[in-house]
């Protein structure tokens, strides 16, 4: 099993920009696709990015879609997810978790391990 801390969010203005780490302990996360979720209140979980274990393969929302990057450090066994041009309806709870089936990695029932989360709000 392994660990997933979530950190780096906070409290930003439109347009502004988050960089969200998910730190890893207990194993490492080399050979595993690692994703990017998010809960808005009142909302569903929803899928934002995942990458590959190699990092070469990287997939997105549409909504986040040229806004959001999503990077590992495998030697860190850290994965990271770069916010920029910010909007209040990126406003939620975001989790990292670890992927065990990529081909079907909208799905949250295709994650494992999720962590505690790390809220962003983005305020107009």
């Known amino acids: 099993q392994v660990q997933l801390v979530e950190s780096g969010g906070g409290l930003v203005q439109a347009g502004g920009s988050l960089r969200l780490s998910c730190a890893a302990s207990?194993?490492?996360?080399?050979?595993?696709?690692m994703g990017w979720f998010r809960q808005a209140p009142g909302e569903e979980r929803e899928f934002v990015a995942v990458i590959s274990w190699t990092g070469l393969t990287t997939y997105y929302t549409d909504s986040v879609k040229g806004r959001f990057t999503i990077s590992r450090d495998n030697a860190k066994n850290t994965v990271y997810l770069q916010m920029n041009s910010l909007k209040p309806e990126d406003t939620a709870v975001y989790y990292c978790?670890?992927?065990?089936?990529?081909?079907?990695?909208?799905?949250?029932?295709?994650?494992?391990?999720w962590g505690q989360g790390t809220q962003v709000t983005v305020s107009s």
């Open positions: 978790a670890r992927n065990k089936n990529l081909s079907r990695y909208t799905y949250d029932a295709s994650y494992v391990d």
């Open positions: 207990g194993r490492t996360l080399s050979g595993y696709a």
